[in-house]
């Protein structure tokens, strides 16, 4: 289904959190503005490499959080 219709059905129902467990930079940025608080899983492949490597937890988190991190309220994420 297509990002935004889930975000709207999302909104319509009453939701005020959901989890991902895939952080799809597209995906997540649809409830950007939203008052959804976001929870995004890492997936179970990656969860060694980022568990022993600061580095790599690092880039990760840049890669999949901070860039949906705006001050801008119509562009931030809720994520947590």
């Known amino acids: ?5 889930v975000v709207q059905m999302l909104k319509d129902n009453g ?6 467990f895939e952080s ?3 995906t997540v940025s649809k409830f950007a503005g939203t008052d ?7 997936p179970n492949d990656q969860l060694h490499d980022l568990a022993k490597d600061y580095d790599n937890a690092k880039d ?4 999949n959080v901070s860039d949906h991190m705006s001050s801008e309220q119509d562009k931030h994420v809720n994520i947590k």
């Open 36 to 42: 959804i608080e976001v929870m995004l899983g890492i």
């Open 15 to 20: 939701f005020k959190r959901i989890k991902l």
């Open 60 to 63: 990760w988190v840049k890669e």
């Open 24 to 26: 799809d930079s597209y």
């Open 1 to 5: 289904m297509d990002p935004n219709i």
